[in-house]
């Protein structure tokens, strides 16, 4: 759902797709090809958000921020399912782990990738290409060129998934049987290990 606040309507570009168990409040920019999954909050309510083209935010995640913070997600920016954004800015092409939880003032740098269940402390200064794991977190190595290949590769897909989901997302009734001639979706993506064998 879409909720205005205090004369704060969220701005939403077309070619992006916001599901309706998503909050999206206030003062929210959501640029091209976006996705906001179903459970997460995005509050605009005391600070402006903007998630720059591209930016998806998955399941169940948190955006805010305190009073009189704005903060930023850069292009391609991509956070994992149960992820927290509190008051931090994300660097272009990062990935944000599962689960991981980043306070306010946080910089993530551009091409980071930041492990799930990771405890980014207020005000940490990651540099670009960072890999950073742990609670609390720390950087303990650069982001090589194949690591960072395989995750532009993963968020080309959740670019593709709002076209995706209005061709095809609809509410239904469920079925009562499985159907004879059901079959397994592709495999669309190669976990790390296996993209770096090829």
């Keep these: 759902m879409i909720y205005s606040f205090k004369g704060y309507t969220p701005v939403v570009h077309e070619s992006s797709f916001v599901h309706p168990l998503a909050a999206v409040t206030g003062n929210v920019i959501i640029g091209k090809n976006c996705y906001v999954g179903p459970g997460a909050a995005i509050r605009?309510?005391?600070?402006?958000?903007?998630?720059?083209d591209g930016v998806n935010v998955q399941e169940n995640c948190t955006v805010h921020m305190f009073p009189g913070k704005s903060i930023t997600l850069k292009e391609s920016a991509h956070v994992g399912h149960g992820a927290i954004i509190h008051g931090a800015n994300l660097g272009r092409n990062c990935l944000i782990g599962m689960n991981t939880v980043i306070m306010d003032d946080v910089e993530i740098g551009d091409e980071s990738i930041v492990g799930a269940m990771a405890f980014v402390k207020a005000e940490t200064k990651i540099p670009n290409r960072s890999l950073v794991v742990g609670n609390p977190a720390k950087v303990i190595k650069q982001v090589s060129d194949e690591m960072i290949a395989w995750k532009t590769k993963g968020t080309q897909l959740y670019?593709?998934?709002p076209a995706d989901c209005y061709e095809s997302l609809k509410a239904v009734e469920p079925l009562r049987e499985v159907p004879e001639n059901m079959k397994m979706q592709e495999g669309a993506y190669d976990t790390l290990r296996d993209f770096l064998k090829k």
């Excluded at 605009?44 to 720059?52: R, V």
């Design 159 to 161: 670019q593709q998934l």
């Design 44 to 52: 605009g309510d005391w600070g402006q958000i903007i998630l720059e």
